[in-house]
């Protein structure tokens, strides 16, 4: 299973990154295979393009904020969570996620 993320927080700083370094090591364990795009104070950052978009299985969307260029999964298959879910537990969170996509 292919799955894209997005992760971003009011500030932009620690937990988009951590979210994101979580999502990664939890795909690891489960034998998925992730990209994640983070949005923090840097700006957009490991930007997912179309063709990640389209090959993806799901698109899973961390963020308790709006985040930017979300017209970019339209008609696409999306779950969001928020961050603090994916930083308690992101085993659980792709589990779940998995389960959603099937």
């Excluded at 957009?44 to 963020?63: G, H, K």
Aim: proline residues 2%.
């Amino acid at each position: 299973m292919k799955i894209v993320a997005v992760t971003a927080c009011p500030t932009g700083i620690a937990h988009t990154y951590m979210a994101a370094d979580a999502l990664h090591k939890a795909a690891v364990s489960l034998g998925l295979k992730i990209k994640v795009e983070t949005q923090g104070a840097m700006g957009i950052e490991n930007m997912l393009n179309a063709r990640d978009i389209a090959q993806a299985d799901l698109i899973l969307i961390a963020s308790d904020i709006e985040i930017e260029q979300k017209d970019r999964f339209l008609g696409c298959p999306v779950k969001q969570v928020s961050l603090e879910s994916v930083l308690l537990d992101a085993v659980k969170v792709l589990s779940a996620a998995s389960d959603h996509a099937a």
